[in-house]
């Protein structure tokens, strides 16, 4: 996931709010963080749930969060 902040990304957007293309990815050079994984199956950041996320991403590694995503 991006380091940059929603509001930043849309303070960049484009005319007619559209993302410019250097501000988009796709991630799958990235290694996903357990917040990326907690973030991706729509629950609260806790502890908790980072835990259950590390043990995640630890046993599946990237298909993991692949498999949070449509």
Request: a negative charge.
């Amino acid at each position: 996931m991006s380091e940059e902040s929603e509001s930043v990304s849309e303070a960049l957007a484009g005319p007619g709010g559209v993302t410019p293309d250097r501000l988009l990815h796709t991630g799958a050079s990235d290694r996903p963080s357990p917040e990326d994984l907690v973030l991706a199956s729509g629950r609260d950041l806790t502890p908790e749930t980072l835990e259950w996320a590390r043990r995640k991403l630890a046993a599946e590694g990237r298909s993991a969060i692949d498999k949070q995503l449509p």
